[in-house]
């Protein structure tokens, strides 16, 4: 356990100075300086939630790694205790029984704040990352406690866990003052694996996924009708490609180079079966999204986030839904758009013509900015757009604002200062007021 840390500066010849420690300017600012820098947590994390909402309070950092893991951080501006280490277990174990699906709505509804991007679908940012892996290899949460030094006790309790089997880590950082500049360290003070065999990226292999299904079926008596329903969506998508995750399979269809999912059959807690169709624009025509939209609506989908879904109770509402299932899914995949690199390059040029209108002084919404292209319900392709323009480009980026008018994440410093420079004045929470600076256009 490091109790203290300390830096010396070697100056010319033999000068050697110790640099001075500031925990009180540290506690103001690391949480910021993490929230910019993810990378300091560990390579590779993409943070996704602050303040998260969960039956435990709500959730400092929430985070999904490199291999597609969902991170639990508990932040403290202090040293940490034990009661840190009980918390984290809490907010972690709050998380696990939820399901995949549950986690990705809970996502969506609160992925902004703080600097934080936000994420309209989590379903469809995850797949997009993580190409071979299923929601349900999120689970279980890691976790992770962060705070200016460790006592004995709570390194104590988190090593043990780690040792046997719980994927806990523990960071703290210390802070020096040198000249003008305020600087970090980071101290790794329990290792994320411990002496327990290493964890794999995605938490379960195939064979596990298969198997966690399997027993979610029989449990429920769901296997029979589960099965039937996955045989007619694959004889009416010959062509997909399917991924077997611990509560469900996608069904994913070719799309440019790659897949891309187009449907996904649950097994749900409290519904049984259900089924989710995806109405991502950039795979349709929007003629066709409307119409299959109306149909659906007809047959007894219900709209959800992203799309519409059939909940399939038991054996006598699948007799009641499989015609009407099978016509909306043959229909979906006749309007299924294979070749999407003109209408993505459409979308964009839509994009960035009507952001050239948007006057200096003025911001509009990512969602705002879909609807003007084109396409309501793709405000996170507006912000993949964004994220793709050059350094150089005459497209201006920075009067682009989330829902709740709060900058971007990465390049929040430079999109802060330009808009500075156009009379916008930028809250310390990173936000403007849409009332008064919201383009009407």
């Known amino acids: 356990m490091a109790d203290e840390l300390k830096v010396w500066a070697l100056g010319g010849g033999a000068d050697v100075a110790v640099v001075e420690s500031v925990t009180i300017e540290l506690e103001e600012r690391l949480e910021e300086a993490l929230v910019r820098r993810p990378e300091m947590l560990e390579p590779g994390l993409h943070l996704v939630g602050h303040q998260t909402p969960t039956e435990s309070g709500p959730l400092d950092l929430l985070g999904v790694d490199e291999g597609g893991r969902l991170v639990v951080c508990e932040l403290k501006r202090e040293r940490l205790t034990r009661e840190a280490v009980t918390q984290c277990i809490d907010y972690a174990s709050a998380l696990n029984v939820r399901t995949p699906e549950q986690i990705a ?58 040792e046997r089997g719980v994927d806990m880590s523990v960071l703290t950082f210390f802070g020096f003052r040198h000249r003008d500049e305020t600087l970090l360290a980071r101290q790794v003070e329990v290792e994320r694996d411990g002496t327990a065999p290493p964890a794999r990226p995605s938490g379960q292999s195939a064979a596990e996924k298969r198997q966690a299904l399997q027993r979610r079926l029989a449990e429920r008596g769901m296997t029979d009708l589960f099965d039937e329903i996955a045989g007619t969506l694959r004889s009416v998508l010959p062509e997909s490609s399917q991924n077997t995750g611990a509560w469900g399979i996608s069904f994913n269809l070719p799309f440019g180079a790659g897949r891309r999912r187009f449907c996904h059959l649950w097994v749900e807690e409290d519904v049984g079966a259900r089924v989710q169709w995806y109405a991502i624009p950039e795979h349709y025509e929007a003629d066709a999204l409307d119409a299959l939209a109306q149909e659906g609506e007809r047959l007894g989908w219900l709209p ?138």
């Open 105 to 162: 709505e809970l996502i969506s509804e609160h992925s902004s704040g703080r600097g934080i991007e936000e994420i309209d679908d989590f379903e469809e940012w995850y797949m997009e990352r993580f190409e071979g892996n299923d929601l349900a290899d999120l689970l279980p949460p890691r976790l992770l406690l962060v705070g200016l030094g460790v006592d004995t006790r709570a390194e104590r309790m988190a090593r043990f866990l780690s």
């Open 304 to 441: 959800v986030r992203g799309g519409l879904s059939l909940n399939i109770a038991g054996d006598e509402r699948w007799r009641q839904v499989h015609e009407g299932l099978t016509r909306f899914v043959a229909t979906a995949l006749e309007s299924w758009n294979t070749a999407p690199q003109v209408g993505v390059g459409e979308f964009r040029e839509r994009v960035w013509s009507y952001l050239r209108d948007v006057p200096p002084g003025t911001v509009v919404t990512y969602k705002q900015v879909a609807e003007q292209a084109g396409s309501p319900d793709a405000a996170q392709a507006v912000g993949s757009i964004m994220r793709a323009l050059r350094d150089d480009t005459d497209v201006p980026w920075h009067r682009v604002v989330n829902a709740q008018g709060r900058l971007a994440t990465a390049e929040s410093r430079e999109q802060r200062e330009r808009l500075g420079e156009e009379g916008i004045d930028v809250g310390e929470d990173g936000s403007v007021d849409l009332e008064q600076h919201r383009w009407r256009g």
